[in-house]
C-alpha cells in the first residue's frame, strides 16, 4: 500500500470505531495522515478497488459492514431532530453575556446520534468566568428542563455540558495532544461565536494537522460582539466576586460526587467515562491487525 491508500484506510479503521461509514468528502476532511492528500487523489484511491472496503449510497466502509449505511441513515434523520432543538436551545443560552463560544461536540456534531442520546456541548467563556459561566448554564438548562445533571435517567435531548473553558485556557497541552482529541476538535460544529474566539481556538490548536491535515475551518456560522448591555452585565460580575462564588457553591456540591472529572482553572471537563482510552485502545487493535 502507498500512503495515500494507507491514509485512507486509517481513516475508515477509526470511523469504523463509531460504526460510522464516511462519504468521500469526510474521508477528505477527517483524513488521518501526517500529509496533506488532493481530492483527486483520496478519489483515484477510492476507484482503485485495492483497498478492503465497500460503497454504496455514496458511503465508504470496511468489507462486510453494508448494514451501517442504514443505520448511519436512521442517525442522520434522529440527529437533524436533535440539532434543531440544540441550536434553539443555544440560541437562547447565548445570552448569557461571558460565553464567547459554543459548539455542538460528540456524535451529534457529525450527525451520529441515536434518538435516545443526549446532546454534548462545548463552550469557551470570557478569562476567568467558567464557574459563574457554568452556574448560569445549570440553572437556564434546569428551567428549560432540558439539563442532564447526574441524576437524569432519561438523557434523550438533554444538555449535557461536556467541557468549559475560558479563553486563557483554549489551547491544549502536550498531553492531550493524540489524535482523540484532533479528531474532537476538527469535527467541532460550532453554532454561536463572539469576538472570533472560534478561529483563535483552532490558531490554539494547529498541532491538529500533524493527526489531520486537511482540515481547516468553514465558516458556516454566524459571529456576534458584545454589546453594551453584555459588558455593564460582565462588570457587575465581577464587582460581585461571581466567580468566586459560584467556584466555592459548586466544589462544596460537587466534593462527595467527584468521578473522573477534570477540574483546573478555566478548564472543566466532566465526562464520566474516558472514551479517549477506549477508542485509542480500540483504533491501535485495528491499525495492528491490517499491519498499518
Known amino acids: 500500500m502507498d500512503s495515500s491508500e494507507k491514509a485512507i484506510l486509517k481513516t475508515l479503521l477509526y470511523a469504523d470505531i463509531f460504526d460510522f461509514p464516511l462519504t468521500e468528502e469526510e474521508i477528505y476532511k477527517y483524513l488521518i495522515s501526517e500529509n496533506k492528500v488532493s481530492r483527486e487523489e483520496i478519489t483515484r484511491v477510492l476507484k482503485s478497488n485495492k483497498l478492503p472496503i465497500e460503497t454504496s449510497k455514496h458511503y465508504f466502509y470496511l468489507r462486510d459492514k453494508k448494514k451501517l449505511v442504514e443505520e448511519r441513515e436512521k442517525k442522520r434523520i434522529a440527529s437533524a431532530r436533535k440539532l434543531k432543538i440544540a441550536k434553539g436551545i443555544i440560541q437562547k443560552i447565548s445570552l448569557i453575556p461571558t460565553i464567547q463560544f459554543i459548539g455542538i461536540s460528540g456524535a451529534l456534531s457529525m450527525e451520529n446520534s441515536n434518538k435516545d442520546d443526549d446532546i454534548d456541548l462545548f463552550v469557551v467563556t470570557q478569562e476567568n468566568f467558567v464557574w459563574a459561566t457554568r452556574l448560569l448554564l445549570v440553572i437556564l438548562l434546569t428551567v428549560f428542563g432540558v439539563y442532564r445533571s447526574r441524576k437524569t435517567k432519561n438523557t434523550s435531548d438533554k444538555i449535557c455540558l461536556n467541557m468549559i473553558l475560558d479563553k486563557s485556557n483554549i489551547a491544549f497541552g502536550k498531553k492531550d495532544q493524540d489524535l482523540y482529541t484532533a479528531h474532537e476538535i476538527v469535527q467541532l460544529l460550532p453554532i454561536f ?60 456540591y460537587m466534593k462527595n460526587h467527584r468521578t473522573s472529572e477534570v477540574i483546573k482553572d478555566g478548564f472543566l471537563k466532566f465526562h464520566p467515562f474516558d472514551y479517549k482510552a477506549y477508542v485509542l485502545r480500540n483504533y491501535k487493535r485495528k491499525i495492528d491487525k491490517f499491519k498499518l
Open 193 to 252: 461565536d463572539k469576538g472570533k474566539t472560534y478561529e483563535e481556538f483552532i490558531k490554539k490548536n494547529a498541532w491538529v494537522n500533524k493527526f489531520v491535515p486537511n482540515f481547516s475551518i468553514t465558516k458556516n456560522y454566524k459571529e456576534y460582539k458584545n454589546g453594551f448591555y453584555d459588558n455593564l452585565l460582565i462588570f457587575l460580575f465581577r464587582v460581585l466576586f461571581l466567580e468566586k462564588i459560584a467556584k466555592f457553591t459548586q466544589l462544596n
